[in-house]
């Protein structure tokens, strides 16, 4: 008889009976029924004599240096932490369209130059992959393509490959579970099985994920534990300008991201991002500031837009694109309370442009000094940059790599900019070749910005 259980569709929670709330993360009528895949036999060295597994002290153990692989796309290997490392899962997720496939069939056929390469194509037929590899030029031989979605199938050719791409993953299946493609249980089966055969055989895999209506990876968490590598294709569909962010990285930091320009001709790592993120009209509006944002080894200029409305009726209205929610509005009550900007009865809208996300603090005072001048209706100067972290008291606090912001301001041929005062020290060198205004409170800030 097959034995059932049940599993939690969030967080893969199991329970032998079914629940109405998972006791594990609390939400309600996620518990969907799987089967439980009978347990592998186990394996005696010989009879009547179990083997243990002997531990190693950790003196004696062999340094195995990772060999990394270029993907052919230099912003990918960034995003890797410098290439592909060999019998890694890497798992690509991002909304329908973005350009997932358009990615790993670039990569595919890079790899299939030199070594054997499969695609598993389960979401769309052969033709449709020749078709589009066709469309961005590419024309690999050694390419070998197969149709399936059974995944018992398909193990025969993966191991006669070093490279194999699983397009996607929501889309194959195993027999040994009754329940559908796409499913919890299929999922991690399916990714389990082919974590074991990476690790066992050293064969690389990219897998494609859907992501949820959130913007989180469908299916359980487990699938990003066991991963190697997990990435994240971000941007709005109708934005040619794609960004690749990685959030979990076991060879390399998760703080890199990769920009990449998307044409009907291909995908293009763009390694000139210096003026992606600002717009060509800076300076003659009010509501922008310019502030360097540091993601992994990069520094990028990246303007902050505000907008700001009178509350028809209610509740003033709040929105952030690219800066959190959260901060925006605790920033909103230090510049009300500690500066006397009257917000409250303002609606407020703020963008960072191109679609980047600013998850750092140091975005703080940038966020302010678009604020304030957006309230006074007095454009910042377009050679102006700000950058900061800002208290709760309105005091302006240190950030991290000052000197490697005031350096790419001032490539970005910036002639003045603003930062914290606690910084000061690292940024002495730049004297005379940029104008250095430290400041120590927001409301200092404010009046650097608008000196009259
Ligand atoms: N003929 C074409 N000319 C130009 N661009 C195209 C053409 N066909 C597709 N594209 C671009 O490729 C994108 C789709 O890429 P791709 O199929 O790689 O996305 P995906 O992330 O794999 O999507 P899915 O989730 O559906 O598998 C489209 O959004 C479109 O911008
Ligand atoms: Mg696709």
Known sequence: MNKTQFVCAECGYTSPKWLGRCPDCGKFNTLVEEQVAPAPAKTRAGAGAPSFSKPVPLSQVKYEKY??????????????????????????????GVGKSTLLTEV????????KVLYLSAEESCSQVKLR????GLNPDGLLLLNE?????????????????????????????????????QVRE????????????????????????????????????????VLYFEGERTENFKILRSVKNRFGSVQEVGVFEMTGEGIFGVTDYSDLFLSDSRGEAAGSAVTPGETGNRCMMVEIQTLMAKTAYGLPRRMSLGVDLNRLI?????????????????????????????????????????????????PIDRETAVFGEVGLTGEVRGVDFAEKRVNECLKMGF?????????????????????????????EMIKSVFPS
Do not use: W
């Open 415 to 443: 002639k003045r900019v603003i930062f914290p005062a606690k910084n000061k020290k690292h940024c002495e060198k730049f004297k005379g070749k940029i104008e250095l205004v430290p400041v120590s409170y927001v409301s």
């Open 108 to 115: 595919a056929a890079h790899l299939a130059k030199e070594h």
């Open 330 to 378: 605790v920033l909103i009550a230090v510049l009300e309370k500690r500066c006397g900007l009257p917000l409250g009865t303002q609606d407020i809208y703020l963008n960072a442009m191109g679609g980047i996300r600013l998850n750092e603090p140091s975005a703080d005072l940038a966020v302010c000094a678009a604020l304030a001048s957006a309230e006074r209706m007095i």
């Open 190 to 229: 399916c990714a389990t099985r082919l974590m074991r055969i990476a690790k066992s055989r050293g064969i690389t895999f990219f897998l494609v994920g859907h992501v949820t209506k959130e913007g989180t990876l469908a299916g359980p968490k487990v699938l990003e534990h066991i991963m190697d590598t």
């Open 133 to 136: 590899a066709e469309r961005l």
């Open 149 to 185: 979605t059974c995944l018992d199938n398909a193990e025969e050719a993966f191991l006669g490959a070093e490279y194999v791409v699983v397009d996607s993953i929501q889309a194959v299946y195993t027999e040994s579970l009754s329940s559908s493609a796409g499913s919890v249980g």
């Open 67 to 96: 060999e990394r692989v270029s993907s052919g796309i230099g912003e990918l290997d960034v995003v890797l932490g410098g290439g592909i490392v060999r019998g890694s899962l890497v798992l690509v997720g991002g909304d329908p």
